[in-house]
């Protein structure tokens, strides 16, 4: 089956600083990669996606980039802000007719005023 | 549009006991998926349904869980005879496609 790893497990940055995550996946076939924010306490929230026909995907300040190649794809946060701090995960799946969706275990990030 | 909604929030429930978690997919969604997030874990997928059907079940454990989404009203993820171990927080997402979008989670603890 599918395999995510996701690094780091925390990151610490300081507000306006940038805070890059990264996940790989092992199956060559997975086509979506969505990833989630998750608050404490509340349901993981989609911010961003990409699928395999794009390299890049950018909205405001949040980024994700794809190397289908190497298999491995990364969330960008620019300006960060304190609100931005929560656990990130990223996912991956194939477009089988469904779409389970195979979780990384997690970046949690601290945004310090 | 209401997003996807899930009851209780939180859940008790003693060894042996039986745990109900209900879910109701976003207005038009028919597909949905259930996954269980141990603390400190990322989630992991248990099942998915379509209405009346179970489509995969390749995530659930084989004795006590069980899943329906019936024709009328909200999925349910059933839990037979709690042991401690299953204490997590449970997620139900629903989608029409390739994006799924998540509930709050019932967090249940077994004492």
């Known amino acids: 089956g599918e395999n995510v790893e996701q690094h780091p497990s925390t990151l610490s940055v300081q507000e306006g600083d940038s805070a890059v995550i990264k996940c790989t996946y092992s199956d060559s076939a997975s086509n979506y990669f969505p990833w989630y924010k998750q608050e404490l306490g509340k349901g993981p929230q989609l911010i961003i996606d990409i699928r395999s026909n794009v390299g890049e995907k950018k909205d405001q300040r949040i980024a994700v980039t794809l190397n289908k190649t190497a298999k491995h794809f990364s969330l960008h946060i620019t300006e960060t802000q304190p609100e931005d701090s929560a656990v990130y995960f990223c996912?991956?799946?194939?477009?089988?007719?469904?779409?389970?969706?195979?979780f990384g275990k997690g970046t949690m990030l601290l945004v310090s005023p | 549009n209401a997003g996807v909604m899930q009851n209780p929030r939180h859940l008790v429930r003693r060894r042996g006991q039986e745990a109900r978690l209900r879910c109701s997919p976003m207005?038009?969604?028919?597909?949905v998926y259930w996954y269980r997030q141990l603390p400190e874990e990322g989630l992991k997928f248990m099942v998915y349904?379509?209405?009346?059907?179970?489509?995969?079940e390749s995530g659930m454990p084989k004795e006590r869980f069980s899943a329906e989404f019936p024709k009328e009203g909200p999925s349910i993820l059933r839990i037979q005879q709690v042991v401690r171990g299953d204490s997590a927080a449970y997620f139900c997402?629903?989608?029409?496609?390739?994006?799924?979008?998540f509930g709050p989670g019932t967090r249940l603890t077994v004492l």
């Open positions: 349904l379509q209405k009346e059907n179970i489509i995969d």
């Open positions: 996912a991956v799946t194939m477009n089988s007719g469904y779409s389970t969706l195979t």
């Open positions: 997402a629903s989608s029409l496609g390739n994006e799924q979008f």
């Open positions: 207005k038009g969604h028919s597909h």
